[in-house]
């Protein structure tokens, strides 16, 4: 199949590739850019653990064709911890409140959590278990996510009073 030109920011960076026009996103990253954070649980666009964020919305990259994002700016779970190493508020919390076991879900989880506390910083738990309700995790049963997501929450609005 030709390839053709395809042009986005990812994590901050410009990209630049030849890609087939069928390549799905999350393939494009894992095996392109060898971004293996994101992964790879289904293929009926259920799971979650493809997530990425896309032009400021959390989407699913197995559901995605290469082609349609060219131009976006792309987050992946690569992006999320600061250029020196330091994490997020959200990684920070998953890890305090043993958010993750396997792994295999977090970073989908942790990049729609991200998206989901600038949607609504402060938000229910029942507002936060819907925002995550694209996100599956097998290993969790989810409260310590939920948890997690909660403490991010306090985190941020702490440190954005503080400024
Ligand atoms: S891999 Fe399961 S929704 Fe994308
Ligand atoms: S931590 Fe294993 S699937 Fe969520």
Request: proline share 4%.
């Amino acid at each position: 199949m030709s390839k053709t030109h395809v042009k986005m920011t990812v994590n901050g960076k410009a990209v630049e590739a030849l890609a087939e026009p069928r390549t799905l996103l999350i393939h494009f990253l894992r095996e392109e850019l060898d971004l293996t954070g994101p992964h790879i649980g289904c293929d009926t666009s259920h799971c979650g653990a493809c997530t990425v964020d896309i032009d400021g919305k959390s989407v699913k990259s197995c559901t995605v064709f290469v082609g349609q994002v060219e131009g976006a700016d792309v987050t992946t779970i690569e992006g999320i911890a600061q250029p020196d190493g330091t994490l997020h508020a959200v990684q920070e919390a998953f890890r305090q409140h043993h958010g993750l076991q396997c792994g295999f879900c977090t970073p989908g989880m942790i990049t729609r959590a991200w998206r989901l506390l600038q949607e609504n910083p402060n938000p229910t738990e029942e507002e936060i278990r819907y925002g995550i309700s694209g996100n599956l995790c097998r290993c969790t049963g989810y409260q310590n996510i939920v948890k997690a997501i909660q403490a991010a929450a306090e985190e941020l609005s702490v440190k954005e009073a503080a400024e």
